[in-house]
């Protein structure tokens, strides 16, 4: 077979691993009102026009993502905390300020080309499916979702309105990255049939009960907003800002926040698609708080062999909280993994480790292979190549490198493995049908219980046990809920559409 050009190894891969289901379509906004069936984009910008683009969640990740867009006009801002995003209104003072992303759209959609989302991990699908659906472009951090039906919500809706999507693991337009890829793609390490991979995170609150402490919200805070299609719960400090990543109902813990940095080269570079089997397992799990350490294996069959590349059925174990795999037995000397964590591939001819983010990928044979760049090389930011592709008529557009036809499927495998964590009592191997995205094997009368509260004491020396568990619920009603979330009433959300 010849060598594939990487646009058409983007295009297989990302039709391989999606594996989408067909489902009816629905055209309703957040609060169920019908949207026009159209929205079309609009007719592409020159290279040097500027993109009006709106933002909403500011106030942590979405301020660095702003500075890398700042060629462009940012015309309005949305944060649910107007403290916290203080600074970032500061810098934008022509930005119309909004403390409610719906209010902001009501107002500014129809004036903006494209929507960066950086909020709470919880509400990224619900705003960029809303602003889709108006056939703006969208930037989403990652995790680009919380649930495996929503990325791939997300992916089928903008294949259908034909927008520039990228999802915010930024490490995947780096050189790092395309190094890997093409050590990969030259069958420079061989088959790989078994993969591990670690992160330094969480380096915020997990495993924690939930507070019960009543706290006023505050006047510069929305918290209706923050809530959003989450069930609604009373405002504690300990949610949010930043460790929202470490609450089920807001966040994925360690492995939905860095899983999308460090598993993409792993992901892409070897068209892994859906996992046929996971299995996830923990330190405590609490019913509310995520835990403080995981280990979660998934196994993928075989896939069809690239030209230089054979894709053999393989293994992929995630540490985290701590947690690292064994050294390769052939580390090099002076050669040490990236402390915030690393993908190891284990080839039949030499073992690849990559660091977070795609950085200083190398050879533990000690070898630097020079091999033909197979990757389009991105000599920008991750964000001013999103800001390119919004730019090109949707006809010729190329991808950006994290293009939901790619991160999509990436997330929806991510989350899954999540939802294994959730469903570690169950104490078996759980079989996964990526297609109709759901747990196969699950018995019908298993029941599902977590620690609501953990009450360890020491009494006249001797350790005590009072754990306080939920309620037990059947594991498939609660395992669909895992896949497919129940929004809180007044938020609607969309079915995948027919494309």
Not at 132 to 149: N, R
Not at 223 to 241: C, E, K, L
Not at 417 to 443: C, H, Y
Request: proline content about 7%.
């Amino acid at each position: 077979m010849s060598d594939i050009s990487r646009r058409e190894f983007l295009k297989k891969s990302g039709m391989a691993a999606a594996a989408l289901t067909v489902l009816p379509n629905a055209l309703l906004d957040a609060s169920g009102k019908p949207v026009p069936a159209a929205a079309p984009v609009k007719a592409p910008k020159a290279s040097t026009d500027k993109l009006n683009i709106l933002a909403v969640g500011i106030g942590g990740r979405g301020s660095g993502d702003l500075r890398e867009m700042e060629t462009e006009n940012i015309i309005g801002l949305c944060d649910v905390d107007w403290k916290y995003a203080a600074p970032v209104f500061d810098r934008y003072p022509k930005a119309k300020r909004f403390n409610d992303y719906r209010k902001m759209f009501d107002k500014m959609l129809d004036k903006a080309d494209a929507v960066l989302v950086a909020t709470a991990d919880h509400t990224h699908s619900i705003i960029a499916a809303d602003a889709i659906a108006a056939g703006k472009h969208v930037y989403v951090e990652k995790p680009l979702t919380l649930y495996a039906y929503e990325s791939r919500l997300l992916a089928k809706m903008a294949k259908k309105y034909g927008v520039a999507t990228q999802m915010g693991n930024q490490g995947a337009s780096s050189a790092g990255t395309r190094k890997a890829l093409n050590w990969l793609w030259n069958g420079e390490i061989g088959e790989v049939r078994k993969i591990e991979a670690f992160t330094n995170r969480p380096i915020w609150p997990q495993g924690i009960p939930t507070p019960t402490e009543k706290m006023a919200i505050p006047k510069t805070m929305n918290w209706d907003s923050f809530i959003g299609p989450a069930r609604y719960r009373d405002y504690n400090a300990a949610y949010t800002p930043w460790n929202f990543r470490g609450w089920w109902d807001f966040g994925s813990g360690a492995l939905g926040d860095m899983a999308n940095h460090i598993l993409q080269v792993a992901y892409l570079g070897l068209n892994l698609g859906s996992p046929t089997e996971v299995l996830g397992s923990s330190t405590m799990l609490m019913s509310d708080s995520c835990p403080t350490a995981e280990k979660i294996t998934y196994r993928f069959p075989a896939r069809d062999n690239m030209p230089r590349l054979a894709l053999p059925a393989c293994e992929l174990t995630w540490y985290d909280g701590g947690i690292q795999p064994s050294l390769p037995l052939n580390m090099p000397e002076g050669k040490h993994f990236d402390p915030n964590g690393v993908c190891i591939f284990y080839g039949s001819k030499d073992t690849m480790v990559v660091g977070t983010y795609g950085s200083d990928p190398f050879l533990c044979s000690g070898r630097e292979p020079v091999v033909p760049e197979r990757c389009r090389v991105i000599e920008t930011s991750h964000q001013q190549d999103w800001i390119r592709a919004c730019k090109e008529d949707k006809s010729n557009r190329v991808i950006t490198a994290s293009d939901f036809s790619l991160s999509g499927p990436l997330n929806e495998m991510i989350v899954m493995g999540v939802a294994a964590v959730r469903l570690q009592s169950l104490g078996q191997w759980l079989k996964w049908d990526g297609e109709a995205m759901r747990f196969t094997n699950i018995p019908a009368d298993a029941t599902i219980s977590d620690v609501v509260v953990d009450k360890f004491n020491i009494v006249d020396g001797h350790p005590t046990f009072d754990r306080e568990y939920s309620e037990p619920v059947n594991a498939r009603d609660y395992a669909e809920r895992l896949i497919k979330p129940v929004y809180r009433d007044g938020w609607t959300l969309r079915e995948i559409p027919n494309v």
